[in-house]
T-cell receptor, first 113, second 112 residues
Framework: GESVGLHLPTLSVQEGDNSIINCAYSNSASDYFIWYKQESGKGPQFIIDIRSNMDKRQGQRVTVLLNKTVKHLSLQIAATQPGDSAVYFC????????????FGSGTQLTVLP | KAGVTQTPRYLIKTRGQQVTLSCSPI?????VSWYQQTPGQGLQFLFEYFSETQRNKGNFPGRFSGRQFSNSRSEMNVSTLELGDSALYLC???????????FGPGTRLTVT
């Protein structure tokens, strides 16, 4: 089945710098890949998604890159702010009969002043 | 538009008891999914309901069950609670097949 993971459990960046959070997946069954942000005491919050037939998608201060050749996904956050401190999850979603989100283990992003 | 709401937010139960958690999706959303989040296992899919029918189910024992009502509100039930059921239970809603699922704040269940 689908397996989604993350490269680093923690990441610290200076305020104002760019952040890159990485994620790897094991097979190509997902139709979408999604990034979620989870702040302490809250549920995951949708950030951005990308269809499996795309390689890049940009949002407000965020860019997701998908490299299907090496089965790798990344989330880039520009000009990281203190409010970006949270746990970030990547997830894969298949639209077929087994439609469900499969989450990676999460990366704790800490923004240093 | 109001977000996904879950009740109760916190719950303490004893082993062997049963528990029912409630989720109210965003107005107009017909799909409700449930997830269990623990430090050891991360976020794991429990099941998804769409128009009162269970559409998908994760790899959890039969003690975990759910249902959805005609107004799309959903409940999940865990019977014969075990210590390992202590977790944050999250509910997410979406309009249909969209990837964008909106999560509630979760119910923190502690089993003693």
């Amino acid at each position: 089945g689908e397996s989604v993971g993350l490269h680093l459990p923690t990441l610290s960046v200076q305020e104002g710098d760019n952040s890159i959070i990485n994620c790897a997946y094991s097979n190509s069954a997902s139709d979408y890949f999604i990034w979620y942000k989870q702040e302490s005491g809250k549920g995951p919050q949708f950030i951005i998604d990308i269809r499996s037939n795309m390689d890049k998608r940009q949002g407000q201060r965020v860019t997701v890159l998908l490299n299907k050749t090496v089965k790798h996904l990344s989330l880039q956050i520009a000009a990281t702010q203190p409010g970006d401190s949270a746990v970030y999850f990547c997830a894969g979603l298949s639209e077929g009969s087994a439609r469900q989100l499969t989450f990676g283990s999460g990366t704790q992003l800490t923004v240093l002043p | 538009k109001a977000g996904v709401t879950q009740t109760p937010r916190y719950l303490i139960k004893t082993r062997g008891q049963q528990v029912t958690l409630s989720c109210s999706p965003i107005s107009g959303h017909r799909s409700v999914s449930w997830y269990q989040q623990t430090p050891g296992q991360g976020l794991q899919f429990l099941f998804e309901y769409f128009s009162e029918t269970q559409r998908n189910k994760g790899n959890f024992p039969g003690r975990f069950s759910g249902r959805q009502f005609s107004n799309s509100r959903s409940e999940m039930n865990v019977s014969t609670l075990e210590l390992g059921d202590s977790a944050l239970y999250l509910c997410a809603s979406s309009w249909g097949t969209a990837a964008e699922q909106y999560f509630g704040p979760g119910t923190r269940l502690t089993v003693t």
